[in-house]
């Protein structure tokens, strides 16, 4: 599909924006309402697409000083202490990409370790932090850290053909698509998270290049599947211009997870109605190819 762009008066598309400058979506397919507790998170990979300031904005409001430490929060004014590990790395890889120096390095030096209840800082998270702002050599040591990510996706492959799961294209991808076997539906919690393995990509292309950097992405991209364009050309693979134009935006960030036969998942296509604007996992693939036009296959 082509790029949709970003229309912040308009609450009824799929992905909207509302009052408190956060990137939500409608209440639709079930789910948790219209998003609001991964809403850091979308909202960072929306300002990663469009970069406008409003998105900013929002982000910042989830960022709040308290003592001597800044504490943050999935969406504003939602004191609840659960903010997860993704919600804040999206968010710095965001400021990273988007030049937000000053805002990103006062995030990374003042977070609280223990950022929830449930949640701390691991160690290769905070060495990625501090490779954002202080150099190469934090990055070497986040890379060392990270070499488990190829042996997760190994793992999948594995697991996938113990249980009889396929990685499919889109075009023959359907939601909850008969998955019913208890056994093999506990066999499938199993495998390696691909939302983890989707921000570890930002997390790798927005730190230092070095050496093992490069041996990660070379190490990981043969075992992502070819239609996740996203994760592809965050590991510097190249994407054909057909493959992005023919893309339909979905009701999730679709890059952070396979499309799998057979699945329970309430990920789906869009209607064309719903993605006329605002359709962050397409429009990332046309911010990411505009800025590195050298991956874009063209025939």
Not at 218 to 228: A, E, H, I
Request: hydrophobic share 40%; charged share 25%.
């Amino acid at each position: 599909m082509e790029k949709t762009g970003l229309d912040i008066t308009n609450k009824k598309t799929w992905y909207f924006v509302d009052k408190k400058n956060m990137v939500l979506h409608q209440k639709r397919w079930g789910g948790d309402g219209t998003g609001k507790g991964d809403a850091l998170w979308r909202t960072s990979m929306a300002y990663i697409a469009y970069g406008h300031s409003s998105l900013l904005k929002g982000i910042e409001s989830c960022f709040q000083w308290k003592d001597l430490y800044i504490q943050a929060y999935r969406y504003p004014g939602d004191q609840r202490d659960d903010v997860s590990r993704d919600q804040i790395t999206a968010a710095l890889a965001a400021l990273k990409i988007r030049k937000q120096m000053l805002k990103l390095e006062e995030y990374a030096l003042f977070l609280r370790r223990r950022i929830s209840k449930k949640f701390r800082i691991t160690a290769d998270m905070s060495l990625w932090m501090k490779s954002l702002y202080a150099g190469k050599f934090y990055g070497v040591l986040f890379c060392l850290l990270s070499m488990y990510h190829p042996i997760g996706l190994v793992w999948n492959r594995i697991l996938y053909k113990l249980i009889g799961i396929k990685v499919v294209s889109q075009e023959d991808y359907k939601c909850y698509d008969n998955l019913n076997i208890k056994w093999t539906y506990k066999l499938r919690k199993l495998r390696y998270r691909m939302y983890g393995f989707h921000l570890f990509c930002w997390q790798l292309y927005t730190s230092p290049d070095n050496f093992l950097k490069r041996m990660l992405e070379r190490l990981c991209l043969p075992l992502v599947d070819k239609d996740n364009y996203m994760l592809r050309l965050l590991l510097k693979g190249r994407v054909s211009i057909k493959d992005i134009v023919a893309y339909t935006p979905m009701n999730e960030i679709r890059w952070q997870d396979e499309l799998l036969h057979p699945n329970n998942s309430a990920l789906c296509k869009l209607f064309p109605e719903d993605c006329k604007h605002n359709a962050v996992d397409n429009d990332l693939l046309w911010w990411y190819i505009n800025r590195h036009p050298e991956q874009l296959i063209v025939y």
